[in-house]
Every structure is written in C-alpha cells, then in structure tokens.
C-alpha cells in the first residue's frame, strides 16, 4: 500500500544552519504530497505542498520539490531558527482519492542556539 | 477568519466510560476528518466525511467507536466503554470543496484511567 518513510529524529542543529528533513514516498501515479509542522503544545499545521512532479512548495523560508524519479520529498531551510523547533511529519493523499492523509511517523527538530 | 476548533482540549476519563468529542469545522468547508495520533501509532486515519455522509469509516478500530457529522458542519466522535489503548490526541480536520488541504484544530487530548 502507499506509504510515507521520513528520517528518524531527533535532529539537532545550531542555529543559522543548513537543514534537510528526508522524506520519501511509494504510491502508484502521482500523489499530492505535503509538509505539516506541529510546534511545542500546538495542533498540526500545513507548512507547504505540491501537487504534481516538479512541483516546489515553499512556506516561512521552508522549501520541497517533488522528485517524482526518486519518489522524494525533503525538506530544506537555509537557515534555520530557534523558534524552526518542532515536529514536522511528511503525508501524501493517493491519487484518485481526497481524503485520507497517509503520514510519515514524524522528525522532531531541534535548534539550539 | 475562525480556524478549526474542537471541544474539549482535555478529557480524562475512567476506563468503561462513554465520551464524546466536538469538532467545529472551518465555515463553509464541505469536508470533515478525524484522525488519531497516539504515541505508538503516529498518525491515524479514523474517518472522514463530505457533507452529512460518511463514505470511508474504515479507519474506525472498533465498533466501540462511532462519529457523524449534522448539518454539514459540527461532528461529534463517541468513543463507548473507553478502554486505556484509546488513550491519545484526536485531530479533527476540514477542507473546502475542490482542495486537498486540510485544515487542522488542535486537537482534544483523552486519557483513559
């Protein structure tokens, strides 16, 4: 069935750092895929998508490009914030369906200053 | 405007207890989702509905578990004779017609004592 596989947390970082969250896929066709953010105590929040191959969603200097040859969908930041520290889950919708969100198990981030 | 909320934001209860969680949608939002995160699982689809009818309930674990959803907007998830394994945070989502975005609340978190 489709899937989600993203790196294992913690990662940890200094501040001003370059960041990478890995984030891969298996799914037939092409699916919509997307980065959500839960912060300290907070609910889940869309932090950016894409919804066809080439496609770069970007959102608060985040950015991910769908690479449908490596079925991939990391994560970058330039440059990265004390207040970046959260969990970030990578999920897709299959395609031919709008509903059910297919997670990955989640990275926790942590930035230290 | 006014995001997704859900009621309670806590609900501790005694094993064998029924509960019931409210989930306000976003206005206008034609589609509703519940899922489960547990530390266990990670993230879990429950069940989603468009409209007042509830076309995929197959995330549902049990038959102690129940939702629907009245006028199109406010659902309610009923969890009878809670058991302790269903302790966890149950996220309700909404999404307008056409979209595959959805919109998070933040989630009412049950322990089952």
């Known amino acids: 069935g489709d899937s989600v596989t993203q790196m294992e947390g913690p990662v940890t970082l200094s501040e001003e750092a370059f960041l990478t969250i890995n984030c891969t896929y298996t799914?037939?066709?092409?699916?919509?895929l997307f980065w959500y953010v839960q912060y300290p105590g907070e609910g889940l929040q869309l932090l950016l998508k894409?919804?066809?191959a080439d496609d770069k969603g970007s959102n608060k200097g985040f950015e991910a490009t769908y690479r449908k040859e490596t079925t991939s969908f990391h994560l970058e930041k330039g440059s990265v914030q004390v207040s970046d520290s959260a969990v970030y889950f990578c999920a897709l919708i299959p395609p031919g369906s709008n509903y059910q969100l297919i997670w990955g198990a989640g990275t926790k981030l942590i930035i230290k200053p | 405007g006014a995001g997704v909320s859900q009621s309670p934001s806590n609900k501790v209860t005694e094993k064998g207890k029924d509960v019931e969680l409210r989930c306000d949608p976003i206005?206008?939002?034609?589609?509703l989702y519940w899922y489960r995160q547990s530390l266990g699982q990670g993230l879990e689809f429950l069940i989603y509905?468009?409209?007042?009818?509830?076309?995929?309930k197959s995330g549902l674990p049990s038959d102690r578990f129940s939702a629907e959803r009245t006028g199109g907007s406010v659902s309610t998830l009923t969890i009878q004779r809670t058991q302790q394994e269903d302790s966890a945070v149950y996220l309700c989502?909404?999404?307008?017609?056409?979209?595959?975005?959805?919109?998070f609340g933040p989630g009412t978190r049950l322990l089952v004592l």
């Open positions: 509905f468009q409209g007042n009818s509830a076309p995929d």
């Open positions: 894409a919804t066809k």
């Open positions: 206005s206008g939002h034609t589609a």
């Open positions: 989502a909404s999404s307008p017609t056409g979209t595959k975005t959805q919109y």
């Open positions: 799914a037939t066709g092409y699916p919509s």
